[in-house]
């Protein structure tokens, strides 16, 4: 499971409407834990730029990347950790460690990086 991209029920909130929903979108399995959880990284398209993290967005272009099965130029949130019900994963659609392994290793230095410098900068000694 750990470096494979589903299509994942997502709980996100409407600003506009003040409401919580849930929507199917793509993530990436990187962690699971005893209890029936998995730790993911959202993939998104990012349509305002505004929100793009030139540091800790990875782009995943599906012409480089066609065993991914993205239909559209996608970042990999190294920045957006979340803990998500394993039986949220609805469908496999692609392999990123075993089919771009180095592109893996890219995501989980980049997360190694993020992870440290919450640690790092957040912490009073």
Do not use: W
């Given at each position: 499971?750990?470096?494979?991209?589903?299509?994942?029920?997502?709980?996100?909130?409407?600003?506009?409407?003040?409401?919580?929903?849930?929507?199917?979108?793509?993530?990436?399995?990187?962690g699971?834990?005893?209890?029936?959880?998995?730790?993911?990284l959202?993939?998104?398209?990012?349509?305002?730029?505004?929100?793009?993290?030139?540091?800790?967005?990875?782009?995943?272009?599906?012409?480089?990347?066609?065993?991914?099965?993205?239909?559209?130029?996608?970042?990999?949130?190294?920045?957006?950790?979340?803990i998500?019900?394993?039986?949220?994963?609805?469908?496999?659609?692609?392999?990123?460690?075993?089919?771009?392994?180095?592109?893996?290793?890219?995501?989980?230095?980049?997360?190694?990086?993020?992870?440290?410098?919450?640690?790092?900068?957040?912490?009073?000694?």
């Open positions: 499971m750990i470096g494979k991209i589903f299509i994942a029920l997502f709980p996100y909130f409407d600003i506009g409407s003040r409401r919580k929903g849930l929507k199917e979108r793509p993530v990436l399995v990187i699971e834990t005893n209890d029936n959880d998995c730790i993911i959202p993939v998104s398209t990012i349509t305002k730029k505004q929100y793009f993290n030139p540091e800790y967005d990875i782009e995943i272009d599906p012409e480089k990347y066609p065993k991914l099965n993205l239909n559209k130029l996608s970042y990999i949130r190294v920045h957006k950790q979340a998500i019900y394993k039986k949220a994963l609805h469908k496999e659609i692609g392999d990123l460690k075993v089919e771009y392994g180095l592109k893996y290793i890219e995501v989980m230095k980049k997360l190694e990086g993020f992870n440290k410098s919450l640690l790092f900068n957040n912490c009073v000694f």
